[in-house]
């Protein structure tokens, strides 16, 4: 033990030098944008790494049912490698994992439901790969409280509204490696509010931490119902909610037009079809890669 720790003390005191293994090392080239903040070029994950496993249903139903911890990793550690049943590729574009998708970046999560060795441990994570001006649009984890950790980029400007009874909310600007605290049930938002790409760690308190697009989850409501939450205005006059909710974009947006015209890059008008954004695919799924 005490040879493990000296050994660990060494690696660390030297960890600019630790070299990375070659086949890691390939894993970690930069995404790049184009000009209008478009991801280009996806990792080749067939190259990079293997998909994430699939799980069939009987496969589930015992996973479930192991009355155990030890019972449940068994049997994952039975169905093959561990480096398939016991670790999660949240590469962009990679399998069974895409949790959001739009003009302003990539979000993919893993689950219960996609990586079921997370059961009963009351955790989950996602990873956000926002574009140049990307925004993560405001919604509400369910069930689980939520750190954002930003780990590649310039900053990350991020607020939330706990509940009723304020009239601002608590907004922070991220530096990388900073992590900031988005309550239960708290409105958020992230904003790349730079001509960079930025990435994000979610780390979420729950397996299953739902997510709750506001904007989307609001005009899905009858539209006199709508129409009467916000008082009748007269901007709305005219304005079909149920057609409208399907020109909201999807849950990675574009940001503040403002952050596209000072980076020189196309704010794109059109951006619907967010409203029928999926939840991540079913565990026994075909890979999306
Ligand atoms: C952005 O640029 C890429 C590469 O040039 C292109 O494939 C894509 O269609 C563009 N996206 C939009 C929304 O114009
Ligand atoms: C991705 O990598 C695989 C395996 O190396 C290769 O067969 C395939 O052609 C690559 N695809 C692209 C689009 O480069
Ligand atoms: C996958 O799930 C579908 C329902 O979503 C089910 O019909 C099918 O039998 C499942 N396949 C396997 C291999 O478990
Ligand atoms: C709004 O448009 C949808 C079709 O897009 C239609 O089904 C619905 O009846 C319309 N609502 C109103 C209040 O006109």
């Not at 390939?26 to 994430?52: A, D, I």
């Not at 849950?251 to 059109?270: H, I, S, V």
Request: aromatic share 10%.
């Amino acid at each position: 033990m005490l040879r493990q720790i000296v050994t660990l003390a060494a690696w660390l005191s030297v960890a600019g030098a630790i070299p990375v293994w070659p086949e890691i090392a390939k894993r970690q080239g930069q995404p790049v944008y184009s000009s209008n903040g478009t991801l280009v070029n996806k990792p080749n994950v067939t190259e990079f790494t293997r998909p994430n496993p699939s799980y069939t249903t009987e496969q589930l139903t015992a996973l479930k049912l192991a009355l155990t911890a030890a019972e449940r990793v068994a049997l994952l550690a039975s169905y093959g490698s561990p480096d398939d049943y016991f670790k999660f590729d949240l590469t962009p574009d990679g399998s069974q994992s895409n949790a959001a998708n739009g003009l302003g970046g990539q979000g993919y999560l893993a689950h219960v439901g996609n990586y079921p060795v997370l059961i009963n441990t009351g955790i989950s994570v996602a990873i956000g790969y926002l574009n140049p001006c990307g925004l993560d649009s405001i919604h509400v984890h369910n069930r689980a409280n939520e750190m954002v950790t930003l780990v590649s980029g310039q900053s990350l400007r991020a607020g939330f509204v706990l509940e009723d009874g304020y009239d601002q909310p608590i907004m922070v600007t991220l530096g990388l490696y900073q992590s900031t605290i988005r309550p239960q049930g708290s409105l958020h938002w992230e904003f790349n509010d730079n001509c960079v790409p930025a990435v994000f760690v979610a780390s979420l308190s729950n397996e299953d931490p739902g997510v709750s697009r506001t904007a989307q989850n609001f005009f899905i409501n009858p539209q006199e119902v709508v129409d009467a939450n916000l008082a009748y205005p007269s901007w709305l006059d005219n304005v079909n909610t149920t057609d409208y909710r399907a020109q909201l974009p999807a849950a990675f947006a574009q940001g503040a037009k403002d952050c596209y015209a000072r980076c020189g890059l196309t704010y794109e008008t059109a951006q619907a079809g967010g409203y029928s954004q999926s939840p991540p695919p079913a565990t026994n799924s075909t890979t999306s890669a």
